[in-house]
């Protein structure tokens, strides 16, 4: 594809530019969205708490759940939920402006938990007026032959019958949805104090879903519907919480709630109790909720498929018409790779050698005990177990010599592959990414498409430096775990640099004293839950110990040179003399200023589970 046929148009705007879900319009957050068996998944009865690390696609996940947004998911799935109605979803958001409010005040618990409620009754209420619009349109719509009257009619009795319910304002009757919708938003915006609450109609400030439950049968009665749907409330942005919110949430999860179902998101560690507003009663997991994990491995289909929709939707918007021809559009068209798209492709391109001459190097730099094995072998009798066992380790190795010499900018960190797995599976850190390398191709005199592996370098490590630099940024806790991360990597990188070649693997644990080892947990936490570490192996249940396998997230691999993949190796002992003295030297990954846009700070970079 020439250069300047792409260049005017491509240069415009970049279009992905927008990387946070809660502000996408409605039109973005679909093109940004591909259906996984996680998101089938959440549509059942139980109670969940939706955990997954900053940016891994919460939000859009519960977003699509609505009943308005799950009309635009062209999948028979879809359909038939929109047609059983079975399922019926609202979503509402926890702004931290509004959550956050009283959570220090000198207020009395129960006039907290009455906030609570009232500011999510009133989120709820708006949200279950919006989707009441959908269902009267599909209802009285083209399919079922259009009739505006009956349509006006049923409006009308339902914002008479609700209004009456709710309570709002008898001065004013309520003729329409629309003046319903006026008055909780006036409702919400003049209630600003807890003192406030005093004129607060009771069905707003007793329970969580009180404004729905009251009305449900209404609905249904109305709209005709022959059975009593379960209605789905997605919450997201929980982790704004404090402990008493949470109990609000917990005391809901173990309630009769009345045919309404619960889906909670938050960052992983951040639900913290399981404690009600009653004394006498827990909310106990796997019996009254259970922890749905929607991180996604990077490896997997789902995020290749999601990483695909994406690309494809976001250049539709520059509407290249050489683009838009090529019938599924995948990332491998768009960012150049090197055949089978793995190490050991990029290894030969750069040196030109072939895979049987990578066994041979091998040999003549292994350690003695290791090639004592190998000495008289045929090629073919070597070839496989180091190519298998070492070949990685050894490739990464002369590498990182290559990169070091002069200004070399080598064919590694490169590919569609390797995009994937420095996003980990996360849909906010895969568009970051892409904003880079788009950036950094479209200001290239040479760009054409697919674009080349040294730009892709040049933004890729940039990209990498500046994730791990962000960390500083972390709420509380971001110079100790900057610190803490920058030791660890350094002291991985010297183990697989610095000494003769052996199996290298990237997994770690913690071996210190329980007490030194509760004190590091804060950061070690805030760690995984923004993507700076992942936990090994096991899954991710509100809860880490000293036995808890980590590794670090593939923007310090880039950084520091690190095996990607987890290697059959014992993994390495990160003791208190390592957090505490390892020096921190420049590592020979790039150091350049980071190709963000100003908007992109710390809290809109996130992470994902990328088990490899």
Known sequence: MATKKYNERLSQFNPFSDSQARNYSDELLADSFYPNKKFWSLFNDQHEVVVGTRGCG??????????????????????KLVRDKDYICLFIALHLEYISKHQNSDSSEADRVSWFYFLVSCKLALAILDELKTLLDDIFG????????????????????IDSMWEIDSTTSAVQLSNLAIKVAKLYSNVSNISDLLKVPTVFKNTMGGVLSCISRIICEELKFTHQ?????????????????????????????????????????????????????DALKEQDYK??????????????NLANSIVRNRLARVEVNEINKVKDF?????????????????????????????????????????????????????????????????????????????????????????????????????IQ??????????????????????????????????????????????????????????????SVHDRPLGNAGISFVFNLSDQYFENQKDWIQEAV???????????????????????????YAV?????????????????????????????SGSQSEALFPEQLKLQDIGGGLCEN
């Not at 922890?291 to 290749?304: A, E």
């Not at 040999?363 to 290791?370: G, I, K, P, S």
């Open 58 to 79: 919460k939000t859009t996940l519960l977003r699509m759940m609505s009943y308005t947004s799950l009309k635009r998911v062209k999948d028979p799935k879809a359909e």
């Open 142 to 161: 083209e399919a079922a032959g259009v009739d505006n009257l009956a349509r006006a009619q049923a409006e009308y009795r339902l914002a008479q019958s």
């Open 229 to 281: 749907p379960t209605w789905i409330v997605c919450i997201d942005e929980a982790e704004f919480t404090d402990d008493i919110q949470q109990k609000c949430i917990n005391t809901a999860f173990r309630s009769d709630t009345n045919r309404i179902a619960y889906k909670v998101a938050t960052l992983h560690f951040y639900h913290k109790t399981q404690k009600t507003l009653s004394e006498n009663a």
């Open 291 to 304: 922890y749905t994990n929607v991180d996604l491995n990077c490896d997997h289909d789902d995020f290749k």
């Open 330 to 430: 995948r990332l491998e068209d768009f960012i150049e790779t090197a055949n089978n798209d793995e190490p050991s492709d990029y290894y030969e391109k750069e040196l030109r050698k072939t895979r049987d001459n990578i066994a041979d190097d091998i040999l003549m730099h292994v350690a003695a005990n290791t090639y004592k094995h190998y000495v008289g072998k045929s090629i073919d009798d070597r070839k496989k177990p180091l190519t298998d066992k070492l070949a990685p380790i050894f490739i990464l190795r002369e590498m990182k010599k290559r990169a070091g010499t002069g200004n070399n900018k080598v064919n590694w960190f490169v590919g569609a592959n390797m995009v994937r797995r420095i996003s980990q599976g996360n849909p906010r850190i895969f």
């Open 433 to 494: 990414l892409m904003w880079n390398i788009y950036n950094v191709a479209i200001s290239s005199a040479s760009f054409s498409l697919p674009i080349k592996t040294e730009i892709q370098y040049n933004a890729i490590t940039d990209f990498s430096a500046r994730y791990c630099e962000t960390t500083v940024e972390l709420k509380r806790i971001g110079d100790e775990a900057k610190i803490s991360l920058e030791r660890i990597a350094k002291f991985i990188e010297t």
């Open 529 to 555: 839950a923004f993507s700076r570490l992942i936990i090994d192996k096991q899954p991710i249940l509100g809860k880490i110990t000293k036995d808890t396998s980590f590794m670090l997230v593939n923007a």
């Open 559 to 587: 950084k520091y040179w690190l095996p990607m993949q987890r290697r059959k190796s014992p993994p390495y002992n990160i003791t208190k003399k390592i957090l505490d003295t390892v020096p921190l030297q420049n590592s």
